[in-house]
């Protein structure tokens, strides 16, 4: 059996890739199996920068997998839509490229599937759990601070600003995230939208408190207006460093195929 290929993570580690799921045993042979084409669905933004962001990190899903299908497909101001990226197929797996459970994966997709399915009585779908939280995110989180020339150290505070959610429950992922985030003077939680503190109060409150730098890790999966909006009040509250948005970070990709690979085996009831 051909092993597993692996891909770089933060800091030099190596992770090992999940194992095929569905991958074909050979052309013709007696117990080939198919792989279930995946359609990874993702917000969606007037920026295109976004869209060019979701294109990087699922060119290197396909780089990962060879000859598993990936389709594209967003739930707002851009194409493809939903239906128009299942259409053809008999059977997907539908991957939130969401970093949080909140409404848009918890009723928006399930609900825009029910409407699909409805209509045209297809595809049969395998619905998969968000990217986050996952101990990579952390990791891909930590890559993108040390680009920006942060490494983990006790004489950095970090925020770890999310988009926000009017959900509750999102915004308590993410601040649980930063209580077990080790190895940093202190981890702060913003949030862009919906809830505080923002990324501005946070840095200001750092600051307050004594901490002699402080970096901003943006938990936001592309480029677009909240990123943009986080960086410029960081900096103007005083941040030293923001790091750039997750994007194709060889970290998503493998969360990406794990999340397939739950989907195929055990999907999430929809």
């Known amino acids: 059996m051909t092993p597993a290929p692996l891909a770089g993570g933060a800091g030099g580690g190596r992770h090992l890739l999940p194992p095929p799921v569905g991958a074909a045993l050979g052309k013709g042979s007696p117990g080939a199996l198919r792989q279930v084409p995946l359609v990874a669905v993702a917000h ?6 976004a869209a060019a962001t979701v294109r990087a990190l699922l060119e290197r899903v396909r780089q990962a997998r060879p000859g598993l299908e990936v389709r594209e497909a967003y739930l707002d101001h851009c194409a493809p839509a939903l239906p128009e990226a299942l259409h053809g197929l008999d059977e997907a797996v539908v991957l939130p490229l969401l970093l949080t459970e909140a409404y848009h994966s918890r009723v928006d997709l399930p609900s825009a599937l029910a409407e699909i399915r409805a209509r045209t009585g297809r595809p049969r779908v395998h619905y998969g759990t968000t990217l986050g939280p996952h101990p990579l995110m952390v990791r891909a ?29 999102a915004n308590a992922v993410i601040a649980s995230m930063a209580r077990r985030w080790p190895g940093w003077w202190a981890v702060s939680a913003a949030y862009a939208s919906a809830a505080g503190p923002t990324p501005a109060e946070a840095v200001a409150l750092l600051r307050a408190a004594g901490a002699p730098r402080v970096a901003v890790a943006p938990y936001l999966l592309a480029p677009g207006f909240f990123a943009d909006k986080v960086r410029r009040s960081a900096l103007e509250a005083g941040a030293d460093v923001v790091a750039g948005v997750l994007g194709p970070a060889p970290e998503l990709a493998e969360v990406v195929l794990e999340r397939y690979a739950q989907a195929v085996r055990e999907p999430v009831a929809v």
């Open 141 to 169: 989180l930590e890559r993108r601070l040390a680009e920006a020339g942060v490494e983990r150290g006790e004489d950095t505070a970090v925020v770890l600003v999310s988009a926000g959610s009017s959900d509750p429950r």
């Open 44 to 49: 969606g933004s007037r920026d295109p920068r």
